[in-house]
């Protein structure tokens, strides 16, 4: 069983980002930039797969510019087998990244795929879902866990207030929460290995897509500043104050 992830160069998630003067986004020139974490959990579990014997191929994919290459290094070093880049200096937008990867499912027939269940830059949370519907894959998000069965995955899913359980027909779509397993540590030697890896560049047009953005920002505001707390000197202070001021926004 060939397995897909798809991993996204993301800011790292300690960096403090600053609005644009303009206005225009956040600026992530000279920022550390890392895997999206949730990816690094979804290449995890693939290799675990591999390492069980119930996958026999981890590609990784990414889909961005030219320095996307170090994401898929890292996918590499975690134990991925091959890379795939999808290079373009286009603003990717959720749709556009769910059409190419769509697209290299096509060529790659994957028979899971495992994504981030979102991605920490842009919070959109949308590739997976909108990957199983193009690809009419069923889906399970935000897995705690993976079992891979003849022909099915079983799934558990945290949901609000539990944990579901589903079974799905492979070929399907699954997408990690942060409880599926936590990340190896990416070893020296392991980079050094994952440099020899095999690492293909496409590009959208090979693969029929025009990832032009539909949605336009209008505008990044930093969230307004908080006001200080207040230190009560005791509880019966804080209950008068809980009382007298406090309200229901
Ligand atoms: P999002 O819907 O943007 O929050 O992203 C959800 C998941 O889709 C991420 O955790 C990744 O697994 C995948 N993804 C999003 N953008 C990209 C990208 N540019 N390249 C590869 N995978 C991506």
Not at 38 to 63: H, M, P, Q, Y
Not at 74 to 83: E, F, K, S, Y
Not at 85 to 113: G, I, R, S, Y
Request: include cysteine; glycine fraction near 6%; aromatic fraction near 2%.
């Amino acid at each position: 069983m060939k397995v897909l992830t798809a991993v996204k160069r993301v800011v790292d998630y300690n960096v403090k980002v600053r609005v644009k003067s303009d206005q225009s986004g956040v600026d992530i020139g000279n920022v550390k930039m890392s895997m999206n974490p949730f990816d690094e959990i979804a290449t995890e579990a693939a290799v675990r797969l591999k390492e069980a014997g119930k996958a026999s191929e981890v590609v990784a994919v990414s889909c961005g510019g030219a320095q996307s290459q170090e994401t898929l290094r890292t996918a590499l070093a975690i134990g991925a087998d091959r890379g795939v880049l999808v290079e373009t200096d286009a603003e990717l937008q959720p749709l556009a990244v769910a059409k190419l990867l769509k697209a290299v499912v096509d060529k790659e027939q994957p028979q899971l795929v495992i994504l981030g269940k979102q991605a920490i830059d842009d919070d959109a949370g949308q590739v997976g879902q909108l990957l199983a519907a193009l690809l009419d894959w069923p889906q399970a998000t935000f897995a705690s866990e993976i079992e891979i069965g003849e022909g099915a995955a079983v799934v558990t899913r945290e949901v609000d207030g539990g944990l579901e359980v589903i079974s799905l027909r492979l070929p399907a779509i699954v997408t990690t929460d942060l409880r599926l397993n936590e990340p190896r540590y990416v070893t020296l030697p392991n980079i050094m290995k994952a440099k020899k890896k095999p690492l293909d560049t496409l590009r959208p047009a090979d693969l029929g897509v025009d990832p032009a953005p539909r949605l336009k920002t209008l505008k990044v505001v930093e969230p307004p500043v908080r006001k200080a707390g207040v230190i009560v000197p005791d509880v019966a202070a804080l209950v008068e104050k809980l009382k007298s001021e406090a309200k229901v926004i």
